[in-house]
């Protein structure tokens, strides 16, 4: 089974601190994905890769930063955290044309900003 | 562009009565739809997929659902509901034939009384 694996569960940090929240896959997947789960407003995304070093934004990528330097990893960097970015966080991956069946995602990393 | 919509943000069942979980979809393509569940503290899970085959698509867990172009409609049905379908379900939408992002619902939560 392709394993995406995210690195904490949960996360407290500061305002104004710079955070990184890592995702490794294990399947060789050319896409990666990183989405944003808030009650009443399903996931969003914000932003996603198709290969290395290539990057895309999604819906709602300001604040956001990402990070792809090797084909496994997906890194989501908040350069400057602030307390409406507290939300949980997802990551997925994906073959290229697998047309959603083929997405996996991650256990979430429940991000607090105080 | 292309988005869905979950006319019901919670339904609540008793166990052993059917479940219907409505969903409406815009796409300015031909789409690829989706149902994904979600439980507490868990990552999110593949029920069942369309990709323009047939109209009426079964899933893990006695779960279907039914395409209807007519009706823009792909709404989750299963016949008898048990307790551990307690859970949150996202409706998705992608177009067919790319490996685009997935765009979410804002979410259903069901819940199953006794």
């Known amino acids: 089974d392709v394993k995406v694996t995210q690195s904490s569960r949960y996360l407290v940090k500061r305002t104004g601190e710079k955070v990184f929240l890592e995702c490794v896959q294990d399947m060789d997947h050319e896409n990666m994905f990183w989405y944003r789960q808030d009650p009443g407003l399903g996931l969003r995304l914000i932003y996603f890769s198709y290969d290395v070093k290539m990057k895309e934004k999604g819906d709602i990528p300001e604040g956001y930063s990402v990070s792809r330097e090797k084909k496994e990893r997906f890194s989501l960097i908040l350069e400057s955290a602030s307390t409406n970015q507290t939300s949980m966080y997802l990551c997925?991956?994906?073959?290229?044309?697998?047309?959603?069946?083929?997405?996996?995602f991650g256990s979430g990393t429940r991000l607090t900003v105080v | 562009a292309q988005s869905v919509t979950q006319l019901d943000s919670h339904v609540s069942v008793s166990e052993g009565t059917p479940v219907l979980l409505r969903c409406n979809y815009s796409?300015?393509?031909?789409?690829?739809l989706f149902w994904y569940v979600q439980h507490p503290n868990k990552g999110l899970q593949l029920l069942l997929k369309y990709t323009s085959a047939a109209t009426l698509v079964k899933g893990i867990n006695g779960f279907e659902a039914e395409f209807k172009k007519s009706e823009t409609s792909f709404h989750l049905t299963k016949p008898s509901a048990h307790m551990s379908d307690a859970a949150e379900y996202f409706c998705?939408?992608?177009?067919?034939?790319?490996?685009?992002?997935?765009?979410f619902g804002t979410g259903t939560r069901l819940q199953v009384t006794l």
């Open positions: 998705v939408v992608t177009p067919t034939g790319t490996a685009s992002k997935l765009t």
């Open positions: 997925a991956s994906s073959l290229t044309g697998a047309r959603g069946y083929g997405y996996t």
């Open positions: 796409s300015s393509y031909s789409p690829s």
